[in-house]
């Protein structure tokens, strides 16, 4: 699901992420599930079986433009495909760097609808502002393995009731979120490949300050499957295990658990050809 068309090449040493930094946050990560693992051995949680269809667009103003758009939207179904679990969608602005790397912002909003015991009894909005930077290291043993490492910020707002059964929102709860994604990709077949990742969602701040840190886990594994030849459209489908912490200190243990299936349809688009193509 990761923009992989219009990256530019990167000089060799200044390419991706470094050795050391990988392994500093593999190890980091792991920890955290361990120690979110071993603290929850024992709990009884809601599971969910959850949809998630959606589209993915990397468009470039230019195919040789360093600036570009990024649209993101998914239609989250549970139950399998019988209830509404969410709407959501992600729309930003993206600069290409020379190293290959990329830094992008913008705007999302997601609509949360009550799909289990652990849900709030009325749906609810969530709107975001959004940074990033992803780094992106193509494997200089095979040029079709690449490690992608994405940091994302975002600040949220919650729609929140003081009576479920009003029409509007009393107040809106915000909180920053960071999230940290370590993705591998490597395509076995010349439109077939293979994609794994874990991605943490850290809650650093929160008006309510008796909130844990720990807020979510994702780890997914998925099959990629090319379009065309030069992978400007590409299909990915896979498992995810989605993992929900109680936000309270009070509560101890994981909210829920949701059983994934995200098949989701990524293009990488420029918005207009080369400028030595156009004006031919």
């Known amino acids: 699901m990761i923009g992989e068309k219009f990256f530019p090449s990167p000089k060799p040493k200044k390419q991706g992420i470094p050795k050391r930094m990988r392994s500093q946050t593999i190890t980091i990560m792991t920890g955290i599930l361990i120690a979110a693992f071993q603290a929850t051995a024992q709990e009884v949680v809601p599971h969910n079986f959850a949809v998630w269809p959606g589209v993915e667009l990397f468009l470039p103003f230019r195919e040789d433009s360093r600036w570009g758009l990024f649209a993101e939207g998914y239609v989250k179904r549970v139950h399998f495909l019988k209830d509404p679990q969410g709407l959501f969608w992600r729309l930003g602005g993206s600069y290409y760097l020379k190293n290959g790397n990329r830094i992008s912002g913008g705007l999302a909003w997601q609509y949360n609808y009550p799909y289990d015991a652990a849900a709030l009894p009325y749906p609810w909005t969530d709107w975001r502002i959004w940074q990033q930077y992803m780094i992106r290291h193509v494997s200089p043993k095979n040029k079709e393995h690449a490690w992608v490492y994405r940091i994302r910020l975002e600040e949220r707002w919650f729609g929140r009731k003081n009576d479920p059964t009003d029409e509007g929102y009393d107040y809106y709860k915000f909180e920053t979120t960071l999230r940290l994604m370590l993705r591998s990709q490597w395509y076995i077949k010349p439109r077939v490949g293979v994609a794994v990742y ?83």
Request: net charge positive; proline share 4%; aromatic share 12%.
């Open 198 to 280: 874990d991605e943490v969602h850290l809650r650093v701040y929160s008006e309510e300050r008796d909130e844990k840190i720990f807020d979510q886990n994702r780890i997914y594994a998925g099959l990629i499957y090319a379009l065309d030849r030069d992978r400007y459209w590409r299909i990915e489908t896979g498992y995810m295990f989605h993992s929900m912490w109680n936000a309270p200190e009070s509560e101890p243990g994981r909210e829920r658990i949701n059983h994934t299936w995200r098949i989701t349809l990524t293009g990488d688009v420029p918005l207009r050809k080369k400028l030595s193509t156009v004006r031919r």
